[in-house]
T-cell receptor, first 118, second 114 residues
Framework: GAVVSQHPSRVICKSGTSVKIECRSL??????MFWYRQFPKQSLMLMAT?????????EQGVEKDKFLINHASLTLSTLTVTSAHPEDSSFYIC??????????????FGSGTRLTVV | AQSVTQLDSQVPVFEEAPVELRCNYS??????LFWYVQYPNQGLQLLLK??????LVKGINGFEAEFNKSQTSFHLRKPSVHISDTAEYFC????????????FGQGTRLTINP
């Protein structure tokens, strides 16, 4: 079946530094990927929709200059948290659509990245 | 805009008992419906989905859900739960036409007690 690999699974960084999270579709081409953020004991909040070869579409209230998304190939999307602060600490999850022409036949999720900013 | 409400934030159940996790949605247009399970510090795994056809949908791990259009509900059920079913469960919707993003409910923490 479709697999999405997300890396790293955990990362601790210092305030002011940047962190890059990768999301790869291993056995399919993902023209669209989604990035979610999840606070403890809360639901997933969509941050942005990433389309290969074009700029990401950010949800209202998400700072695009802080959360940089790059979807340079059909199998890789990256989320870079720039100038990280402790309030950016969260669980970040990516998701990819298996077949864009029938998107609801396959949303595949990565295993998530636990970011802790100290 | 679409929204999803999961009426119970926590549901404690004894092992081998039946369980129902409730989900209601709001949308002015037709949607697809999903249930996902999340184990600690992991991503989401699809339990089942309703796209069209029969309103009773069967999924993995013995779960099933019934789509009720008049009540805008998509409740998840399992006749007999196991300790391993302890997890967070999310109901989600997406548009049939247009934006492909998933909108999630708040989640229900299912705890199975021995």
């Amino acid at each position: 079946g479709a697999v999405v690999s997300q890396h790293p699974s955990r990362v601790i960084c210092k305030s002011g530094t940047s962190v890059k999270i990768e999301c790869r579709s291993l056995d399919f081409q993902a023209t669209t990927m989604f990035w979610y953020r999840q606070f403890p004991k809360q639901s997933l909040m969509l941050m942005a929709t990433s389309n290969e070869g074009s700029k990401a579409t950010y949800e209202q209230g998400v700072e695009k200059d802080k959360f940089l998304i790059n979807h340079a190939s059909l199998t890789l999307s990256t989320l870079t948290v720039t100038s990280a602060h402790p309030e950016d600490s969260s669980f970040y999850i990516c998701s990819a659509i298996l077949r864009p022409q029938k998107p609801n036949h396959g949303y595949t999720f990565g295993s998530g990245t636990r970011l802790t900013v100290v | 805009a679409q929204s999803v409400t999961q009426l119970d934030s926590q549901v404690p159940v004894f092992e081998e008992a039946p369980v129902e996790l409730r989900c209601n949605y709001s949308s002015s247009v037709s949607v697809y419906l999903f249930w996902y399970v999340q184990y600690p510090n992991q991503g989401l795994q699809l339990l089942l989905k309703y796209l069209s056809g029969s309103t009773l949908v069967k999924g993995i791990n013995g779960f099933e859900a019934e789509f009720n259009k008049s009540q805008t509900s998509f409740h998840l059920r399992k006749p007999s739960v196991h300790i391993s079913d302890t997890a967070e469960y999310f109901c989600a919707v997406s548009l049939i036409q247009g934006a492909q993003k998933l909108v999630f409910g708040q989640g229900t923490r299912l705890t199975i007690n021995p």
